[in-house]
């Protein structure tokens, strides 16, 4: 019987799931010697940012459609969209603590601003990050300060702090996947990598303001694929229609331009190809449940 993938939304949602109360609204800090407790084995899509610190062996992840097992000490980085199954049983790690936290943080920072450097969270990074044994220190001293503050200040706990020591540790990350030698042979091209770059590639051509974004015939015409086939691929790999992701990744980065920008949302529209600025509100509205103006307001 085919499993159903979960889609986890926001850090409520993540942590109800594992059975644990988030210490903020936008971003927790997890152990996974008490979440081997509570862990589900559901897969899940993501719509976060996730950063695992492990050490010893065991840790092992279902990753799109591929299983990884990871050793020694490294780092194990997930981004929005991605699926996930996290296997616990024969876990040996003497560490294993996670970071996750959601966009919605950043946005509007110098972080969020520089966020597309951090290629590790791609899919097409289906690696582990391996550490020195400083490297690892100074990454859980990060973590562990996060951890203790959020603790004691819960939401309060101030955002641009925050930000700066999540980017300490996505700098150290940085630096491990800059020097890494890649561990998976995949064997063949990862369709919903090619799917995102040829995304990442409409949208950085200035080719989503002229035409706006591209459809599910035009993506598959570029990577050489029927619509359905992609469509049936990306659904498998994600859980989500091919349709409703492009839609996604419209509003994550129409959030960015609100927080970035002070441009009128009539003129983020025409940037994301939208001749009538009411169909974008009402695209922006539907999946975020409130109009870009009021989101802008929020944040």
């Not at 996750?100 to 943080?105: A, C, E, T, V, Y």
């Not at 289906?126 to 400083?134: D, I, K």
């Not at 063949?188 to 995304?199: C, G, P, Q, V, W």
């Amino acid at each position: 019987m085919k499993q159903e993938v979960l889609r986890l939304e926001t850090i409520e949602d993540y942590c109800n799931w594992c059975g644990f109360d988030a210490l903020h609204p936008l971003v927790t800090v997890v152990d996974m010697g008490d979440l081997s407790k509570h862990y589900p084995s559901d897969k899940v899509n993501l719509d976060l940012y996730a950063v695992w610190l492990t050490k010893g062996s065991g840790f092992s992840v279902g990753y799109g459609l591929k299983q990884y097992k990871y050793t020694d000490c490294s780092l194990v980085c997930f981004g929005p969209g991605q699926v996930v199954q996290v296997d616990t049983q024969d876990r040996k790690s003497d560490v294993s603590v996670g970071l996750i936290f959601h966009h919605d943080l950043l946005m509007g920072t110098h972080l969020g601003k520089k966020l597309s450097r951090y290629s590790f969270f791609s899919y097409s990074s289906s690696e582990a990050l391996y550490t020195t044994a400083g490297e690892m220190i100074q990454c859980e001293a990060l973590v562990n300060r996060i951890h203790d503050v959020l603790k004691q200040n819960g939401s309060k706990t101030d955002k641009a702090w925050l930000c700066d020591l999540i980017e300490c540790l996505l700098d150290i990350c940085l630096k491990c996947y800059d020097r890494q030698i890649v561990i998976h042979d995949t064997g063949s091209s990862d369709i919903l990598t090619d799917f995102e770059r040829a995304l990442s590639q409409w949208y950085e051509s200035g080719t989503v303001a002229r035409k706006g974004f591209p459809t599910v015939a035009e993506i598959a015409y570029t990577l050489h694929l029927t619509p359905n086939y992609l469509g049936e691929q990306i659904k498998q790999e994600t859980g989500v229609n091919v349709r409703d992701y492009i839609k996604s990744r419209i509003v994550l980065l129409a959030k960015q331009a609100l927080l970035a920008t002070d441009l009128p949302v009539s003129s983020i529209a025409n940037m994301f190809g939208f001749t009538y600025p009411q169909h974008f509100t009402r695209l922006f509205k539907n999946i975020t449940g409130m109009s870009p103006a009021e989101y802008r307001r929020n944040k």
